[in-house]
């Protein structure tokens, strides 16, 4: 077998960039971590660690997203409608790929996480999986074949609308839709619910099954638009509150009610798992990335 192609990662955070030079999680050669300012500090700093890099075949970005992955589009390789302030409309893509004149992957930070966890992580083998971030927002990375299931953008099931559970009426924490999955049961959403930090929230506290069944609705879109053979929930808010998956996986099996009759499915502990990457899996994903832009996967 030949060896994986070299690959330059940049996963972009809202907070932090990891920087990766790597074939794959055995594989890999330097590491570099550098903090999300501005954009044109950021994108400088990101561009002077690769200048001394060498070697590498391909980038591959993971972006906080939104962002255009429409080649075809004139915004491609942009982050699109952030609130993060001075972010909006920024150019990522084309930059990075004029400098260093490599192929170029790009997609987002969830997506990224989402192959890694395909390729090496809790869906290994499997190839196609539901990725599910529950942290500062709510994503969702679609992946079929091993590789992004992408249409004129990528998905952004997080912003899915909920039907409400009976009595509850708190207007949720969205921006754009107020009560979406992302409005009611992101970190930020919870606490902003019930006044207290997600890490602080007693386990045994009523807003827990709120949270619990937006994401299992969630959940049920999920399994029924792709269908992926397994979902798998990282991110700050699933990782730090072990007890949310045992609830999710109770209310995912009652709301599909038994009509997607497959043993995959229907096996909840085995099909809505955690990720086993951890941090890793975004900086290794942008590997992935790097070599689907080479063809090389
Ligand atoms: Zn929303």
Known sequence: MTEAPLVAGIE?????????????????????????ERPAETLAA??????????????????????????????????????????????????????FDVPTGFHTDVVAAALAEARWGAAEGLGDLAYVTVGTGIGVGLVAGGRPVDGLTHSELGHVRPRRVPGDDWVGACPFHGACVEGLAAGGSIAARTGIAAPELPADHEAWLL??????????????????????????????????????????????????????????DTYVVPAALGNN???????LLGQQALGAH
Request: glycine fraction near 14%.
């Open 12 to 36: 972009l955070g809202g907070t932090k960039c990891n920087l990766i030079l790597a074939r794959g999680p055995d594989a890999i050669l330097e590491e570099k971590r550098l903090p999300t």
């Open 281 to 287: 899996a975004g900086p290794l994903g942008t590997i």
């Open 211 to 268: 949270v619990a069944d937006a994401l299992a609705q969630m959940l049920h879109a999920a399994v029924l638009t792709g269908i992926p053979r397994r979902i798998v929930m990282g991110g700050g808010v699933a990782v730090g509150n072990p007890h949310l998956l045992p609830r999710i996986r109770e209310a995912l099996k009652a709301s599909l009610n038994g009509y997607v009759a497959l043993p995959e499915v229907e096996d909840a």
């Open 46 to 99: 990101i561009e002077a660690v690769l200048d001394g890099w060498r070697g590498f075949a391909a980038i591959g970005i993971g972006s906080f997203g939104p962002v255009s992955i429409d080649r075809a589009s004139g915004d491609y390789g942009r982050i699109t409608s952030t609130p993060k302030p001075g972010w909006a409309n920024t150019d990522v893509a084309r930059r990075i790929a004029a400098r």
